[in-house]
T-cell receptor, first 115, second 113 residues
Framework: DADVTQTPRNRITKTGKRIMLECSQT?????MYWYRQDPGLGLRLIYY???????NKGEISDGYSVSRQAQAKFSLSLESAIPNQTALYFC??????????????FGPGTRLTVL | GENVEQHPSTLSVQEGDSAVIKCTYS??????FPWYKQELGKRPQLIID?????GEKKDQRIAVTLNKTAKHFSLHITETQPEDSAVYFC????????????FGTGTRLTIIP
């Protein structure tokens, strides 16, 4: 089945380290998103990309950067990790239809802990 | 930008009873309102969505209602079952050049057997 995958699934790192989270999809979707989930705060958008040449900031992009290496790959980087970036990170994909919006398909998540 | 508020943050209901979760949004340009369910340790998955040209949509035991004038929409689950226990997120978005979703903060629904 076509899917969205994320690596690593769990990561513990130290303050100041550079971290990359990777997302791959076999759904053939053009649109990809990175969210972080914190208890009581829901899902907040970090960055999104509508195609390989398109990158957009979300509501909480400070401290993060992204790279869209191909239609199927979208990576999130933390250049210098800090403890308040400890969270569950989700990648998602979507493909709009003629009606506009369509379902977002989420990856399994990456649990990141910054000590 | 869009702001979505969701209430309550936690909800416990007896099995077989109904559950209602409410959301309000701020941007009148929003025209798409999905609901996602996240079971413990799993990824969020879409359970139902509604567009602004429709006031209500049903799918078996779940339904969503939309009041565009008041800028609020609600999820209704009838005849609740243990497998309905999860965190539910509402979201709002628009198709007019700002095609991203803003999510609510989530409601943890617990079904009491």
């Amino acid at each position: 089945d076509a899917d969205v995958t994320q690596t690593p699934r769990n990561r513990i790192t130290k303050t100041g380290k550079r971290i990359m989270l990777e997302c791959s999809q076999t759904k053939g979707h053009d649109r990809m998103y990175w969210y972080r989930q914190d208890p009581g705060l829901g899902l907040r958008l970090i960055y999104y990309s509508f195609d390989v040449k398109d990158i957009n900031k979300g509501e909480i992009s400070d401290g993060y950067s992204v790279s869209r290496q191909a239609q199927a790959k979208f990576s999130l980087s933390l250049e210098s990790a800090i403890p308040n970036q400890t969270a569950l990170y989700f990648c998602a994909t979507s493909e709009p239809d003629r009606g506009g919006y369509n379902e977002q398909f989420f990856g399994p998540g990456t649990r990141l802990t910054v000590l | 930008g869009e702001n979505v508020e969701q209430h309550p943050s936690t909800l416990s209901v007896q099995e077989g009873d109904s559950a209602v979760i409410k959301c309000t949004y701020s941007d009148s340009a929003s025209n798409y309102f999905p609901w996602y369910k996240q079971e413990l340790g799993k990824r969020p998955q879409l359970i139902i969505d509604i567009r602004s040209n429709v006031g209500e949509k049903k799918d078996q035991r779940i339904a969503v209602t939309l009041n565009k004038t008041a800028k609020h929409f609600s999820l209704h689950i009838t005849e609740t079952q243990p497998e309905d226990s999860a965190v539910y997120f509402c979201a709002a978005g628009d198709d007019f050049g700002n095609e991203k979703l803003t999510f609510g903060t989530g409601t943890r629904l617990t079904i009491i057997p």
